[in-house]
């Protein structure tokens, strides 16, 4: 029986062009793909240029211009490649791409509302690496590029909180040890200029940490 298939492969960072490693991935691939398609079936072959992180960054240092710059310029020299080794991607996008930014975005409040533990974390450059920042952008549901973005989807204040604390220490298997003040647990903690719970939504963002402590000893302090 025919059936529909959707195959990708592993997203390159575009921090520079396609090597061979990416190369033989995505010959592999095609080769099962048209393999497939052979055998009667509808397969949808897609990927996509990885646009953010830490290697992309760093080029776009190196280089003097600006990791959207790079992108763009890495992304111009996909086709040369793709296409000399007759590789039939039937789409190849970015993940920078408003559509990938929108429903990213949509399932958060969906995930928790469902019983999922969300994690907060950062995958620098993608996110900020402030945990307040991306409170409030949980909160109200804007980033850096304005909004709301899909206002249905908001998180509270304490679901945000929980995220960068006991279910970050959940996401770690750690949740025993860390993650929240409780008898038994590690000392870990941090203290804040202001009381966030007592702040609207869009003031959070300003917050900043006046010292740290880990296992009960102080290791920052401004």
């Known amino acids: 029986m025919p059936r529909s298939l959707f195959v990708t492969t592993a997203l390159p960072y575009a921090n520079g062009p396609l090597h061979i490693g990416h190369m033989m991935e995505y010959i592999q691939a095609d080769i099962w793909v048209r393999f497939m398609r052979a055998s009667g079936h509808v397969v949808h072959f897609v990927c996509a240029d990885d646009a953010h992180g830490a290697p992309i960054m760093l080029q776009a240092e190196k280089e003097g211009i600006s990791p959207e710059e790079l ?20 789409y190849w996008h970015s993940t920078e791409s408003p559509e990938n930014v929108a429903l990213s975005q949509e399932f958060y409040r969906s995930l928790r509302d469902a019983g999922a533990v969300i994690a907060g974390g950062s995958d620098w450059s993608v996110s900020t690496f402030n945990p307040f920042v991306a409170m409030q952008h949980g909160m109200n549901r804007t980033g850096d590029t304005g909004g709301p973005f899909l206002p249905q989807e908001d998180l509270t204040l304490q679901n945000m909180v929980d ?18 003040l409780e008898p038994g647990k590690r000392a870990d903690l941090t203290i804040l200029d202001r009381d966030i719970f007592t702040l609207p939504p ?10 740290t402590w880990l296992d009960g000893r102080p290791v920052f302090s401004r």
């Open 71 to 90: 992108v763009r310029h890495v992304a111009l020299g996909r086709p040369e490649c793709l296409d000399g080794f007759l590789i039939s991607f039937d």
């Open 163 to 180: 995220a960068y604390t006991i279910n970050a220490a959940y996401a770690l298997k750690q949740d025993s040890l860390i993650g929240s």
């Open 202 to 211: 869009d003031a959070i963002a300003k917050t900043t940490v006046t010292s």
